[in-house]
């Protein structure tokens, strides 16, 4: 396994927060990187595009303060998140404002992201690629990023088909770089299995839905304490790719479940107009593991959990408790 060096030592979890449409806002990076994670939000979520300068601003004068005052704490880096894709039209303009603010690391999408990473990397920033399979994640390394992200059946949002244990096995099998793991991601244990998987670390997005500090509606933060892994729905019919959503929210659309027919990959659009901006608003994505979420917490409380969840773990086969 490898971690990066600009994560050593950074971690009070070996966790990546991903980046969720609509729902990622600074307030929820700033307490996800105060307890220790990778916090992240995608670029697109800051609107107009003038936003994402103030808001990088505010998280990093945040952290800052943070640290200053806290210098024994371990305070994670954040993540931006930069969808590759032909539609959006802010792409170079957020990639600028990314090297102007050195922003530690970014999480890129979609098309393998070359002109991304010579960018980021002119700075020595992390790039990290979703990909869902073993032809995505070679055309991402030979693009020259930092790390794969292995988006795995059950995760939320956009998400593959395979299961983990088979995803990341054929990628060890050529990449012994930094792997991280998501696909029903919610509990501390779950964390310890991903390393022990050999995963470097863990991608976490549905667990941090129901927080006070996300972006969404209260009753969306209600339906996924209430649903379980049968209340989610993977279809292509709402963005042209595949993807996890809570069945409630398609019903309350006034959808059959079963019975959503398919699109394609044209209809996913990325502009500030785009369906994809409409799905998202109106149908909930969530991972498979909301079955282990029944409560909304703040982003403190939860990060408090996983870290309990994990130490117990690591104890219960005689694991250091004090590192992740």
């Known amino acids: 396994m490898s ?14 927060c991903s980046p969720m449409f609509i729902l990622s806002n600074p307030e929820m990076v700033i307490e996800q990187c105060k307890a220790g994670l990778v916090g992240s939000f995608p670029a697109l979520n800051a609107r107009p595009a003038e936003k994402l300068d103030e808001w990088i601003t505010q998280i990093q004068r945040e952290l800052e303060k943070y640290q200053a005052e806290h210098p024994d704490a371990k ?16 792409l170079a303009h957020d990639v600028e404002v990314c090297v102007k603010h050195k922003v530690p690391i970014v999480i890129t999408s979609l098309r393998a992201p070359t002109d991304v990473v010579d960018a980021i990397h002119s700075y020595g920033g992390l790039v990290f690629h979703d990909v ?12 020259g990023v930092d790390g794969l992200i292995l988006v ?27 792997v991280i793991l998501a696909g029903s991601l919610t509990k501390g244990h779950h964390i310890l299995s991903a390393e022990v998987m050999g995963a470097d670390l863990a991608y976490m997005g549905t667990r941090f839905i129901a927080t006070r500090e996300a ?15 049968a209340d989610v729905v993977y279809t292509n019919l709402f963005t042209g790719v595949h993807g996890n959503y809570l069945r409630g929210s398609i ?11 398919t699109s394609d990959p044209s209809k996913m659009q990325f502009s500030d107009t785009g369906s994809k ?37 690591r104890a219960r086969f005689g694991m250091p408790v004090g590192k992740p």
Request: include cysteine.
């Open 277 to 313: 901006s409409k799905a998202w608003k109106d149908i909930w994505g969530a991972g498979q593991g909301v079955g282990s979420i029944t409560s909304i917490t703040t982003v403190a409380e939860t990060a408090a959990d996983l870290k309990a969840e994990y130490a117990a773990a």
């Open 215 to 229: 972006n969404a509606d209260q009753a969306y933060k209600e339906m996924v304490t209430t649903s379980s892994a």
């Open 3 to 16: 971690l990066p060096t600009q994560l050593a030592d950074k971690l009070a979890l070996p966790v990546i």
């Open 152 to 178: 795995s059946a059950g995760a939320g949002g956009h998400a593959g088909a395979l299961s983990p244990f088979a995803l990341l096995t054929e990628i060890r099998g050529f990449y012994d770089g930094t």
């Open 75 to 90: 305070v994670g880096p954040f993540a931006v998140n930069q969808i590759c894709h032909s539609s959006n039209e802010r």
């Open 251 to 261: 019903e309350n659309a006034g959808l059959d479940p079963e019975n959503l027919g």
């Open 132 to 143: 869902i399979n073993v032809r995505h994640a070679k055309k991402a390394l030979s693009a």
